[in-house]
């Protein structure tokens, strides 16, 4: 017999592995891209293609260079490339997502240390990093079910449509149709328009437990709340808050990047407060700030309490709180 | 509804052995009894080689302090005293007894002489004392010590036979095969100290032994069978005593401390087995399962190698890894197969050696660990804590009431050894104190 092996207890793990988890979240964002490339066509695939190999390649290039340990296997990469393309227009030049994958893995990612390290969650800040340097080529969607060219390198002609949020931050309801906006037949980015899949997406990961509901409802019910209250003149309150809860990225932004997990709290009261700021911050923004949409925005500055939320709702540790009454 | 507290988790159960009655195992040509199956001082032998001893007969005992004696577990003539390697990787002196098969009983071996209504605590205490019953859960805390120490501070027993490490279907059996005397030692235990109550917990995943033990209790006893969520760690006594009466034991406290007493299952029943016969503990349940032919729930002379009790059960399926004492998520991994079983051994799994594709160690901040820790602590913070050696906020993160169950790193998805970290971390922290 040889040597036996002597390692410290537990001797056993569970399967669910970075990776697993990971993956089942491209199980959750498949619906939705399958939704993109039916109403904004095939180039949303070639985007989101381009996309999810820039990420994966700038990672596994950077961890080879700085001879760290692949973490190509982890699946996050992947991810993030989906996550990214979703957040792009179909009218995007394809050198855009190249840009933004790059940024998104190296500088936001890669540069703070690898997986679970990085402060902010990369895709938004690289999704804000090429809004404020090609806001033209970030902000011009192409109305639904129109084609446009799909393999095209530079940005493809198309006739530009505004989306609900336009129409919301000037008070008025949009002309879409409420039914046809939760299904997704309207103008925004390539993954956002489906608020329908995208919960459905949702409520897998809730099911395989892999977020908890604590920061989308959160979120969503403060976006819903104050909307509802601060309704404009002249406007039904129910229908504005519908309307502003599926436009733009808000039920993308508080499924998939609000829980991303290395960018969020740990603690369930951590994760409520979160969801507030988050919610809190998208509304300002729409509201009272100088863009349309805000939730993007939002996360990334909730991001930067994390640590702080954590600290805040340490828990009291077994045997040391109240519920002593017999000590 | 079943009770239950809050964290802990329900690790893949593998009870393969819970409808394998109990087997005894032959006795061994030779046993090897360590003078340390206990917590606190090691017994000193009281016999030297060549020295005759009985079956049952006392071969080491230390007065001073914390100590446990330790029996013979087999006839026969005492071969070398010698110092080998414990399970715990520890060096411990062991007598060698060569086993005559006579399997003569030490003549001093007697039931209690008076009935169970006019035994004192002092008495049944040096009953259990006598017999070397220490707890047979895994802490090998002596029981004498326990029973002792509750006087007139308690007032419940409660008999742990939650069993939560997946594999180990020890206490089931017994609880179905020898209810009675899991009973009985209850009510030994209530009569020592004059205890009017008594839970028995059981996990919700052996119902078979929750109806069985509720037939043999009756109304007036004060015995009430509890049905436990199945949940790790629902054996822990602290997530025992507060899913049952929603208590905190304090930090750094005891059970005592709260008004309880806890016992297991197999030393309730081995201190009947001492009261009724006067038996010593010298022989105990352990699960045999993982990679043998044949799984078996055997009852093994103490002092038996690991060797021989896999090859009792058919031998290696395998080339052997890692071999365990104990459940999956507390227990020791043993450092060679010669290791003799001792009071603390409730299982052993054999572990095949697998190729698993690993990912590298990162965190991903998913609070999976945080969610699932009984003491509520954070585990991802501490494990970062200590690779950073920040040992001011590992002691503001409470990391001393950390108790290794291993919830935080069976689940971790990042691959990250939480718990060994965090036992390095206690080192430093006791350095800097």
Redesign the interface.
């Known amino acids: 017999?040889?040597l036996?092996?002597?390692?410290?207890?537990?001797?056993?793990?569970?399967e669910?592995?970075?990776?697993?988890?990971m993956s089942d979240v491209v199980i959750a964002l498949i619906p939705s891209l399958i939704f993109g490339v039916y109403v904004f066509g095939l180039r949303a695939l070639f985007l989101t293609l381009i996309s999810v190999l820039t990420c994966v390649l700038s990672e596994a290039i950077y961890n080879k260079l700085m001879k760290k340990?692949?973490?190509v296997?982890?699946m996050?990469a992947v991810v993030s490339g989906i996550l990214l393309a979703f957040n792009l227009p179909v009218t995007a030049p394809a050198w855009l997502p190249v840009i933004g994958g790059i940024f998104a893995m190296i500088i936001v990612k890669a540069l703070f240390g690898?997986?679970?390290k990085n402060i902010m969650n990369p895709v938004l800040a690289a999704r804000v990093f090429l809004f404020a340097s090609w806001p033209s080529h970030m902000t011009r969607y192409s109305a639904p079910l129109e084609s446009v060219n799909s393999f095209m390198i530079g940005a493809p002609d198309a006739v530009s449509s505004a989306t609900t949020l336009t129409d919301l931050k000037n008070g008025i309801i949009p002309s879409v149709d409420l039914f046809d906006l939760i299904l997704g037949k309207t103008a925004g980015c390539i993954g956002e328009v489906s608020s329908l899949l995208l919960l459905a997406g949702g409520l897998y990961l809730l099911v395989r437990r892999i977020i908890t509901w604590h920061i989308p409802v959160s979120f969503i019910a403060t976006v819903a709340v104050l909307t509802l209250a601060f309704a404009p003149d002249g406007v039904s309150n129910i229908t504005f808050m519908l309307y502003e809860l599926f436009s733009g990225g808000l039920i993308l932004g508080a499924v998939f990047m609000a829980t991303d997990?290395?960018?969020?709290?740990?603690?369930r009261g951590g994760r409520i407060i979160f969801g507030i700021g988050c919610g809190l911050m998208t509304v300002f923004i729409r509201f009272f700030g100088g863009y349309p949409e805000g939730v993007s925005f939002a996360i990334l500055i909730m991001n930067l309490f994390v640590w702080y939320l954590?600290r805040a709702f340490?828990?009291?540790?077994?045997?040391?709180?109240r519920?002593?009454?017999?000590? | 509804m079943a009770f239950t507290f809050k964290g802990g988790?329900h690790?893949?159960e593998n009870k393969i052995t819970a409808k394998v009655p109990i087997e005894q195992m032959p006795e061994p040509s030779r046993v090897a009894i360590a003078m340390s199956q206990h917590i606190g001082v090691p017994s000193l032998p009281t016999v030297k080689k060549g020295d005759y001893v009985y079956k049952g007969q006392c071969i080491g005992k230390n007065d001073a302090g914390l100590s446990c004696p330790v029996h013979a577990s087999v006839s026969g003539t005492v071969v070398g005293i010698e110092d080998r390697v414990n399970f715990m990787?520890q060096k411990t002196q062991y007598v060698i007894i060569e086993n005559d098969y006579k399997g003569e009983l030490d003549p001093s071996i007697a039931p209690f002489p008076k009935p169970l209504d006019e035994a004192t605590l002092e008495e049944i205490v040096e009953c259990v004392k006598n017999a070397g019953i220490s707890g047979m859960g895994g802490a090998t805390f002596p029981t004498h010590f326990k029973i002792a120490g509750a006087r007139d501070r308690v007032d419940k027993l409660i008999v742990n036979c939650c069993e939560c490490e997946?594999y180990i279907t020890a206490n089931h059996r017994l609880m179905l095969e020898k209810g009675d005397e899991i009973i009985g030692g209850a009510k030994i235990v209530m009569q020592a100290l004059g205890l009017k109550a008594c839970d028995i917990a059981v996990e919700d995943n052996k119902k078979d032994a929750i109806e069985h033990l509720k037939t043999r209790i009756a109304d007036g006893d004060g015995i009430r069978v509890c049905t436990m969520k199945t949940k790790y760690p629902q054996g822990d006594e602290?997530q025992l005593i507060?899913a049952l009466d929603?208590?905190?034991?304090?930090?750094?406290?005891l059970p005592a401390?709260?008004?309880r007493i806890v016992i297991n299952a197999e030393t309730s029943s081995a201190i009947y087995r001492a009261f009724t016969t006067g038996m010593p503990l010298i022989e105990r349940i352990i699960t045999v399962t993982g990679a043998v032919a044949d799984p078996k729930n055997l009852r093994v002379p103490l002092g038996t190698s690991v060797s021989e009790i896999a090859e009792y059960c058919g031998g290696y399926t395998g080339?052997?890894?890692?071999?365990?004492s104990g459940g999956?998520?507390?227990?020791?991994?043993?450092?060679?197969?010669d290791t003799a079983v001792a009071k603390g051994t409730s299982s052993l799994?054999f572990?095949l050696k697998e190729e698993k594709?690993?990912?590298?160690e990162?965190?991903?901040?998913?609070?999976k660990c945080?969610a699932s820790c009984?003491?509520?602590?954070?585990p991802?913070?501490l494990a970062l804590f200590t690779k950073n050696d920040d040992v001011e906020s590992l002691k503001e993160?409470?990391v001393m009431?950390c108790v290794?169950c291993?919830c935080c790193?069976?689940?971790?998805?990042?691959?990250v050894p939480i718990?060994?970290y965090i036992?390095a971390a206690k080192g430093k922290v006791k350095k800097s104190m």
């Open positions: 017999m040889s036996l092996k002597v390692s410290s207890s537990p001797h056993v793990r569970h669910d592995t970075t990776r697993i988890i340990p692949s973490t296997r982890d996050s690898g997986i679970g997990y290395v960018t969020s709290p740990v603690t954590d340490k828990p009291t540790k077994f045997g040391g709180g519920k002593n009454a017999k000590a | 988790l690790p893949e990787g997946p602290r507060y929603k208590i905190e034991i304090p930090t750094g406290k401390d709260v008004g080339e052997i890894e890692k071999i365990i999956p998520m507390m227990g020791q991994a043993l450092w060679n197969e799994i572990m594709k690993t990912l590298p990162a965190c991903i901040h998913c609070g945080v009984p003491m509520h602590l954070m991802c913070y993160f409470d009431s290794e291993g790193t069976y689940q971790c998805p990042g691959n718990v060994q036992r």
